[in-house]
């Protein structure tokens, strides 16, 4: 009962304290005043909060900020329970600035965000690991480096899938092709937003069933590189780097099919489908 009470008490002081310097603009110096006994615990997170707020305006959408509480819940309880102890977890009762400024600094710059970077579909910090890439991309300016940016999350997924094909995990390999497919549709989204309105021509994409085709013909999987990914002397800055990422990628999942079981190939076909078909449209429209 104790240490359940104790417990309590650290969550409902940090709840406190966040609340008063975010909306308030109370001194970390007068909230550790105020809970001495808990000043040792207390001072490095409101450091990291008050810096943060002073140097960032964070305002993410509901959906985000939603999901953003309950993975941090998730994760924080996760890592607790590995180490046989509860310190505490974070409430939803949070004000919004709270929630914005303090999960996002915490994800973009903390000891969790470096755990969850070698996580992956289906394990607990996988959640901490999207949403943080969400911050990243959300101190990402300029259109052609968001749009890099994203090429190199969707290689990151490609790494998620290839070990976890060595694991045999196909339902968690279509969980990173999901993840994989969004990050490919936001190079072509946002470069879409950037040529004129009126003036952007549909991309001449292939038939999907031609790049099915193409993705079960092993041999040529092996010894052809996809046109999409050919250079060419008049591709601008960006589309020659997403090609260079986007060939980098597929030699991965490619490598991967050849070496995979039975009964993950499907999986591995479906994702490498699906990576051909976003590069394909994300490439063309850089190009525009």
């Known amino acids: 009962m104790h240490n359940n009470e104790a417990e309590n008490s650290i969550e409902q002081v940090l709840d406190s304290c966040l609340e008063e310097i975010i909306c308030s603009g109370c001194k970390i110096e007068e909230c550790l005043a105020k809970y001495p006994e808990h000043a040792s615990e207390l001072e490095p997170l409101l450091k990291i909060v008050s810096a943060s707020h002073k140097a960032v305006n964070i305002s993410p959408n509901e959906s985000f900020k939603a999901k953003a509480r309950y993975e941090f819940n998730a994760a924080v309880a996760d890592m607790a329970q590995n180490r046989k102890k509860r310190w505490f977890t974070f409430a939803p009762v949070w004000a919004q600035a709270a929630v914005g ?3 996002a600094i915490m994800i973009s710059g903390g000891a969790l965000v470096a755990a969850s970077g070698n996580s992956l579909p289906g394990q607990a910090l996988y959640g901490v690991k999207l949403a943080a890439e969400q911050v990243r991309m959300g101190f990402t300016f300029s259109e052609s480096a968001k749009s890099e940016l994203s090429a190199d999350l969707a290689n990151r997924r490609v790494a998620e899938i290839v070990t976890l094909a060595e694991m045999e995990k196909p339902e968690e390999i279509r969980v990173a092709a999901n993840h994989l497919d969004t990050d490919l549709e936001i190079i072509a989204e946002l470069n879409v ?7 952007v ?3 001449d994409s292939q038939q999907p069933g031609d790049i099915v085709s193409y993705v079960e013909n092993t041999d040529e999987l092996r010894t052809q590189i996809p046109d999409m990914f050919i250079l060419d002397s008049g591709d601008s800055e960006l589309v020659y780097k997403l090609k260079q990422k986007g060939l980098a990628g597929y030699k991965e999942l490619v490598s991967s099919l050849e070496k995979a079981s039975d009964s993950i190939k499907p999986a ?3 994702a490498l489908i699906l990576y051909l078909q976003g590069y394909e449209t994300a490439i063309k429209t850089a190009g525009q």
Do not use: D, H, Q, R
């Open 101 to 103: 400024v303090l999960f």
């Open 201 to 203: 021509s549909p991309p």
């Open 268 to 270: 591995l076909e479906e």
């Open 193 to 199: 937003k950037s040529v004129t309105a009126g003036a």
